[in-house]
């Protein structure tokens, strides 16, 4: 059983900056990859960002050059730290943590409640 609580969703202006973070807690034992969703309204979940237990990480185009994973594996968190958002990355986004980074498939692992990140052009 693994739970998952993220912060720091909210309003951001395009060219600002946001962190969310999502922290894991239970049967973490288990957890080798944290990474993070989004679903637009209308839209199906995507993968942003997955990040290994030895650092690897995965990005969405996107997103990269803008957005960045991180871990902090003695808090059990993981980050993302948007940089330069746009309106388009306007999304409920998602924590998710499974025993693998096999971020292609959408449906694994267990998952955050989300927290909405709007960006206001």
Known sequence: QVQLVESG?????????LRLSCSASGSISSINAMGWYRQAPGKQRELVAGIGSAGTRT????VKGRFTISRDNAK????????????EDTAVYYCNARSTNNWYIIQRGYWGQGTQVTVSS
């Open 59 to 62: 990005n969405a185009d996107s």
């Open 76 to 87: 059990n968190t993981v980050y993302l730290q948007m940089n330069n958002p746009k309106p």
């Open 9 to 17: 969703g909210g309003l951001v202006q395009a060219g600002g900056s």
